[in-house]
T-cell receptor, first 114, second 114 residues
Framework: DVKVTQSSRYLVKRTGEKVFLECVQDMDHENMFWYRQDPGLGLRLIYFSYDVKMKEKGDIPEGYSVSREKKERFSLILESASTNQTSMYLC?????????????FGAGSRLTVL | AQSVTQLGSHVSVSEGALVLLRCNYSSSVPPYLFWYVQYPNQGLQLLLKYTSAATLVKGINGFEAEFKKSETSFHLTKPSAHMSDAAEYFCAVSLDTGRRALTFGSGTRLQVQP
């Protein structure tokens, strides 16, 4: 089974801090994604990467950046955390770009910004 | 562009009763459709997916969904609810065109009463 591991399950940060959320997948998937989950809003796509060093903005990229230096690792960066970025962050990976391919999710990282 | 609407943010059923979670999609081309489930403090896991092979799709844990093109619907059903079915359920749509992955609905929280 594909495993997607998010290194931090719970984080508490202060406003203005730089935050790194790390995600690693172990099945050589091409595509990786970062979603944000908020009650009543479902999952919203922040950024995705279709290959190493390649990235594209999703629906809500403001305040975030990403890095994909190696195929298995996709990092989400909050340059200066703000309270409105308190949320659950979900990483996912997919074998390739075909629409039928399934997304496999990590367990999530719950971030609280004080 | 594709979109998904889930009717009802909360659904409550009695144990043993029929579960019906509604999902309608909008897509200009034939879509792929998915249902994911999220248990508390976990990531999303795939329940089932529609990829045009058969309109009635069977998934894990006794769930199934029927693709109805004329109604642009992909409702999720289970004949008899179990307490362990209490979770949040997400419908999602994907296309072959473009690199983006799934577009998710806002989710439906299922409560199962004893």
């Amino acid at each position: 089974d594909v495993k997607v591991t998010q290194s931090s399950r719970y984080l508490v940060k202060r406003t203005g801090e730089k935050v790194f959320l790390e995600c690693v997948q172990d099945m050589d998937h091409e595509n990786m994604f970062w979603y944000r989950q908020d009650p009543g809003l479902g999952l919203r796509l922040i950024y995705f990467s279709y290959d190493v060093k390649m990235k594209e903005k999703g629906d809500i990229p403001e305040g975030y950046s990403v890095s994909r230096e190696k195929k298995e690792r996709f990092s989400l960066i909050l340059e200066s955390a703000s309270t409105n970025q308190t949320s659950m962050y979900l990483c996912a990976s997919r074998l390739g770009p075909l629409g039928a391919n399934v997304l496999t999710f990590g367990a999530g990282s719950r971030l609280t910004v004080l | 562009a594709q979109s998904v609407t889930q009717l009802g943010s909360h659904v409550s059923v009695s144990e043993g009763a029929l579960v019906l979670l509604r999902c309608n999609y909008s897509s200009s081309v034939p879509p792929y459709l998915f249902w994911y489930v999220q248990y508390p403090n976990q990531g999303l896991q795939l329940l089932l997916k529609y990829t045009s092979a058969a309109t009635l799709v069977k998934g894990i844990n006794g769930f199934e969904a029927e693709f109805k093109k004329s109604e642009t619907s992909f409702h999720l059903t289970k004949p008899s609810a179990h307490m362990s079915d209490a979770a949040e359920y997400f419908c999602a749509v994907s296309l072959d065109t473009g690199r983006r992955a799934l577009t998710f609905g806002s989710g439906t929280r299922l409560q199962v009463q004893p």
